[in-house]
Nanobody
Framework: QVQLVESGGGLVQAGGSLGLSCVASGSIGSYRMGWYRQIPGMQRELVAFITKTGSTMVADSVKGRFTISRDNAKNTVWLQMNSLKSEDTAVYYC???????????WGQGTQVTVSS
């Protein structure tokens, strides 16, 4: 079992930047790592993911503003968020997904609030 712990959320003004970190309790080398976000009353949506080989996908809504990266040796994945907008306000969750078995784990979430 893998435990994921997010950090780095907080309050920031529109146009500002925040960096989120997700540290895993075990090896993430065999997992696709992702960041999702959820607004109360809405479905959780995919923000970005990075495969175990380093390929990335970023949602259109954050393309050009958010960057996902990982360091398998540190069992850590990051989400750098620039040019933040009020609509980026949400709880952000880290996800570890093993494609072949559909096994996945979630972090507890970290709140990001962007004030306009």
């Amino acid at each position: 079992q893998v435990q994921l712990v997010e950090s780095g959320g907080g309050l920031v003004q529109a146009g500002g930047s925040l960096g989120l970190s997700c540290v895993a309790s075990g090896s993430i080398g065999s997992y696709r790592m992702g960041w999702y976000r959820q607004i109360p009353g809405m479905q959780r949506e995919l923000v970005a993911f990075i495969t175990k080989t380093g390929s990335t996908m970023v949602a259109d809504s954050v393309k050009g503003r958010f960057t996902i990266s990982r360091d398998n040796a540190k069992n850590t994945v990051w989400l750098q968020m620039n040019s933040l907008k009020s609509e980026d306000t949400a709880v952000y969750y880290c996800n570890a997904y093993r494609v072949l078995t559909s096994l996945e784990y979630w972090g507890q979430g970290t709140q990001v609030t962007v004030s306009s």
